[in-house]
C-alpha cells in the first residue's frame, strides 16, 4: 500500500528529476521540511516550528539553512495603518509569565547552543523568536533533522500539547 507521505514525497522526487534533466533558469527551486509542535510553560501556550530548508541564493544565512521559530500566545492587537515592524527595538509584547520565569533568555541561549542565531522580534500578536543556522553541507542538513528531534524534547519548552 503506498501511503500518502510515500506519494507526497515520490512526487517531490520526481519534480527534482524533472528541473535536473531540464533545468529552467527563470524558476526558483526550494525545499522546505519542516514540523510544528505546541508546548505549555505553565499556562502559556507556545507555537515552536522547526524546519529545514534549501533556498535560492541571496538568502542571508546561504543555500542550506535550519529555522527555529517560536511564537508565544498573545493578544492580537491591532495592526496600525502603516503596517508592522518586526523591530527588535519596538517596546512590548513580552509575555510577563515568561519574562518571569526568564525563559526567552532560556530559549535563546538553548537553541544558540544548538547553533542558531537570532533574535525576539515584535509582532500585534507579541514577541517572537526567529532563529536560523546555516549549513556548509548536505551532511550537514541531513544531521539537522536529528538534532531538531533533540531540540524540541528539550526541557525549557514545557509540556508537549496532544492534540484533544
Not at 90 to 98: E, I, Y
Not at 99 to 114: A, I
Request: glycine share 10%; with cysteine.
Amino acid at each position: 500500500m503506498v501511503t500518502p507521505i510515500a506519494r507526497r514525497l515520490e512526487a517531490i522526487e520526481r519534480l527534482c528529476r524533472l528541473f535536473e534533466r531540464r533545468p529552467r533558469r527563470s524558476w526558483n527551486y526550494k525545499a522546505d521540511f519542516g514540523t510544528t509542535r505546541i508546548y505549555l510553560v505553565g499556562r502559556t501556550e507556545l507555537t515552536v516550528i522547526y524546519s529545514v530548508h534549501v533556498v535560492p541564493p541571496g538568502h542571508a544565512f546561504g543555500v542550506l539553512t535550519s529555522s527555529v521559530t517560536v511564537w508565544t500566545k498573545g493578544r492580537k492587537r491591532k495592526i496600525p495603518a502603516g503596517g508592522w515592524s518586526t523591530s527588535t527595538r519596538t517596546p512590548g509584547g513580552w509575555n510577563a509569565a515568561l519574562l518571569k520565569l526568564d525563559w526567552y533568555r532560556t530559549c535563546q541561549r538553548t537553541v544558540g547552543r544548538y547553533g542558531y542565531k537570532g533574535e525576539w522580534l515584535h509582532s500585534p500578536w507579541g514577541r517572537f523568536g526567529d532563529f536560523w543556522k546555516k549549513h556548509s553541507d548536505v551532511a550537514s542538513l541531513l544531521n539537522e533533522v536529528d538534532a531538531i528531534e533533540r531540540l524540541s524534547n528539550e526541557a525549557f519548552w514545557g509540556r508537549r500539547r496532544t492534540k484533544r
